[in-house]
């Protein structure tokens, strides 16, 4: 009897894992960013990116510029899901400075990829799915 729990626990664990992971292969999500931004210590020009969560739950997301440069940022933690149906993107402004913070893919659990100290405001940007 024992061995047929573990075994159900066993395979119930390796279908919600799988589940989480096919949840996250979802393409990129393109957005036009119209200001200069910071995302994991690196300064980005105004532009077109593409922005993919990658990795295991996901730990990471991908920032890629339309000319090729590449930014990773670490994912601080997972927020709930809004019900949004864009994707968004959350910046968080401090004297004249923008930081990526957020990153909402609909369906998805949120991203919290920075965080600014003090008092800020938020500016957020919409983008579209690829």
């Not at 799988?18 to 990129?28: E, I, Q, R, V, Y």
């Not at 923008?98 to 909402?104: C, G, K, N, T």
Request: net charge negative; with cysteine; glycine share 12%.
């Amino acid at each position: 009897m024992k061995s047929h729990v573990s075994a159900a626990a066993v395979a119930c664990a390796a279908a919600f894992a799988l589940a989480g992971s096919l949840a996250w292969a979802a393409g990129p999500v393109a957005v036009d960013i119209p200001f200069q931004f910071a995302v994991a210590n690196r300064e980005l020009p105004a532009g077109h990116y593409e922005l993919e969560p990658s990795g295991a739950g996901p730990s990471k997301l991908v920032v890629k510029s339309a000319d090729g440069g590449v930014a990773i940022a670490p994912v601080i933690e997972r927020l709930a899901d809004t019900g949004g149906k864009e994707p968004t993107t959350v910046f968080d402004e401090k004297n004249g400075k923008y930081f990526l913070s957020e990153v909402h893919i609909p369906g998805q659990d949120g991203l919290l990829v920075g965080i600014v100290k003090g008092e800020q405001a938020h500016k957020v940007v919409i983008g579209t799915e690829k």
